[in-house]
């Protein structure tokens, strides 16, 4: 299964899929990085591994989502991805674009789906006193952070915690979620998979 990536900063999801997938025995190899701007730091590290990078810049298209993500998909067509991963990919995409991709396009959200989709996880899961928090992989569908669950790792929410150390305990987990069900989506394995840290 050739993997497609799609970043917008860091890249430290991608970096995690990407050493997974170099552990070996793995039925997914990495095909492209994308993101969505020139300055993202995670497309060095793709680079620094080997990987093929391209930049689709979101800016020229402001406004039109539509001419956007078919530069996406004429900067992806050479590399002929089966998957798409997204990563820490901060633009939204439309149901026309996602509905080309349909169980072929997961992505990892830092909550605990269904809660808190959307932005400020950490924030408004300590404004909530939820006692418990953590992220969700899962697949893309035109509705944000809503389709099928694929896996959840949960992260105790600590009683000093502020939304910085919630959020890079919950980054900790992201980084062993996300490569775990990779591994075992490109098998064709869609069981939930549910990790306690
Ligand atoms: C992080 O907030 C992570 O929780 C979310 O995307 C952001 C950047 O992740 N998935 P990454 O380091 O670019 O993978």
Known sequence: TRVAMFI??????MVALLDD???GSHAGMPCVVL?????????AKAAGRGVATIVVDHRPFAGDRVAFETAITQALAPFAPDLICLAGFMRV??????????GR???????????????????????AGDSMHGCTVHEVTAALDDGPILGQAQV?????DTAD????????QEHRLYPAVLRR??????TPLILTS
């Open 8 to 13: 917008s900063g860091g890249g430290s999801n």
């Open 21 to 23: 997938m170099a552990r």
């Open 35 to 43: 993101a969505n701007n020139a300055t993202a730091a995670g497309l």
């Open 93 to 102: 995409l439309t149901g026309g674009f996602i509905n080309q991709w349909t």
């Open 105 to 127: 396009m997961i992505n990892i959200h830092p909550s605990l789906l269904p809660k808190y989709k959307g932005l400020h996880t950490h924030a408004r899961a300590l404004e």
């Open 156 to 160: 105790p929410v600590l009683p000093d």
């Open 165 to 172: 150390t919630l959020s890079r305990r919950v980054l900790e």
């Open 185 to 190: 989506f490109v098998t064709g394995d869609r």
